[in-house]
């Protein structure tokens, strides 16, 4: 099921890349132009959305703007944030007047009529104040756990953080979140309501660093691995379902293709009445699969517990055979965060006697007997008994336990807690181990990731690794939530973001939910003494067709 969008499409859905910009955060939209705050610069810029003509406003005052990292416009007045200090000026005079100083960095700020909003990391608050009296009236929890910025939209509150790759809506007089999407990009720093035609779009400003191959004839080789600031604006399309307790986001269409090449390492005997099985990309309510078509070879088609596997047959294997085989699939994938809170999961129902069988045993080598292993599950929950707040506690004992690392094998949990480092396939083993010896029924999922690159469309894209993640069962819901497998890309100690907590981007591709990915059999038995990585390569490609335009 696709949500009611919430968003509409404009005249103008298109990526604004302004004209020698290095790195935006706080945006506006006033009279159709852009304006924009290059922090690095001191920029204060007008934005032509449509061709991305770019104009320095503040020429003669630079230096007062640099460093601003938050700017809204309210009745011809410019606010804007710079270091602890939050600024107004007339908008075109630019002769700053101070209207609070915080005891920490003021991240961003908005206006609405005569309330300010004010975010601050450090203090992990939405500071609102008087815009007349200059007084605080009162602050709320910021939702997310790094830098955000923000912006004001009738009743709502609108807030990105670039930490958490999301952005939040909040209601405006309570600050409680409506609910939360990710977005295509990483590390969001501003956001601002672009009106046409009756229609409001939101349009979200990204800034990072991005690694290239320099030339350097004074190297060897005669290139040079470096970074170079990237920033730009995109318009968010959000789908807000709150019977389903999720929201989707910016969409695109992928083709993903999964072949084995047959290269044994060694010499092995022929192989007969061989069925080769692989999973297919699954049905979700984020991912929709428009077409598969057979590589290489045909197959027919199987439904194992729900999911699609295709299914190659050879009646003998010879070891002197060659071949390559696999599928490509069309899918239609969409970033997807569920919003649950402890209160909708209170008073649950038991597991029935299927999920406690099939979800809560040790069926793969998860060494849940082992007093490491049993000690870990206890000390991770505490007292604690309700099952989102266990899930949540379990996640982030496990990350503080752990650090990570690529590894060409995996070991059981025990070892790995021993150890203290894993890679996610290892994190997958600890987290099922834990939440399953707390009665929590959960199951991996995954197999790959698209590389993140949504810009570079029609360009074939290989991943560097493999990849899993799991998804835990709430009961009377009916509901499997997905979480990251581990931290990721963030350091090490907390606080962690959520974003992956109950949330997938688009560019994470679901297949094979709770069945093998892979499994090969040899007269209906499978494999014992070879393993499908001593006779096979795997090739996987994605090509990210387009992107999906609001409904």
Known sequence: ??????????????????????????????????????????????????????????????????????????????WLTRENTVYCCQFGEFKLQEFVTLPYPANGVAVWQDTVYVTCQKMGDILIFDRQTKSQITQFFSPGVGVENITVCDEDLWVCDTTEQSVY????????????VLTPFASPTGLAFYRDRGNETLYVAYADEEAYLRDNPNAEPSHE??????????PLDYYYNPTEHFALSNGYLL?????????????????????????????????????????????????????????????????????????????????????????????????????????????????????????????????ETNLLRKVY????????????????HIDTPDVVLDRGIGSCGEYVGVLL??????????????????????EQQGIPLQPDFNHVWLEFYVPGLDKWL???????????????????????????????KGIPFETVTSKGLPLEEISL???????????????????
Request: charged fraction near 25%.
């Open 1 to 78: 099921m696709i949500a009611t969008p919430t968003s509409s499409t404009n005249s103008l859905w298109r990526t604004i890349r302004p004209i020698g910009a290095a790195t935006l955060h706080g945006i506006a939209f006033v009279d159709g132009k852009l304006i924009a705050i290059d922090t690095i610069k001191g920029h204060l810029l007008e934005i032509d959305p449509a061709n991305d003509n770019t104009t320095i406003i503040n020429p003669h005052a630079t230096a007062e703007f640099l460093d601003a990292t938050g700017i809204a416009l309210w009745e011809n007045t410019l």
């Open 169 to 180: 809506c909040l209601d405006r007089a309570t600050g409680d979140i409506k609910f939360s």
């Open 225 to 234: 691995l470096t970074y170079r600031d990237r920033t730009f604006i995109h």
């Open 255 to 383: 083709e993903m293709i999964y072949t084995e090449e047959i290269a044994p390492l060694e010499d092995v005997s022929a192989l007969p009445q061989v069925e080769w099985r692989i999973a297919l990309p699954a049905e979700t309510d984020r991912q929709k699969v428009k077409h598969i078509e057979p590589v290489g070879l045909p197959f027919t088609e199987e439904v194992v517990e729900g999911q699609r596997v295709a299914v190659f047959k050879f009646d003998t294997l010879q070891p002197s055979e060659r071949h390559i085989f696999g599928w490509k699939a069309l899918i239609e994938v969409r970033g997807i965060k569920y919003r649950l809170t402890p209160r909708d999961v209170e008073d649950l129902p038991e597991l029935s006697p299927e999920f406690q069988s099939r979800y809560l045993v040790d069926d793969d080598e998860l060494a849940m007997d082992q007093l490491v292993v049993r000690r870990a599950a206890k000390e991770a929950i505490g007292t």
């Open 393 to 408: 506690k379990i996640r982030n004992y496990v990350y503080d336990e752990l650090s990570y690392g690529i590894k060409p």
């Open 433 to 454: 181990a834990l939440l399953r010896l707390n009665g929590i029924a959960c199951r991996t999922i995954g197999r790959y990731k698209c590389p993140p690159y949504a």
């Open 482 to 512: 997905p979480m990251e497998s581990n931290p990721d890309d963030v350091g090490e100690n907390g606080p962690y973001p959520s974003r992956f907590f109950m949330g997938l981007a688009w560019y994470h591709i679901e297949i094979g």
């Open 533 to 551: 990585g001593d006779i096979a390569i795997n090739h996987i490609r994605f090509t990210i067709v387009k992107e999906l335009l609001p409904e």
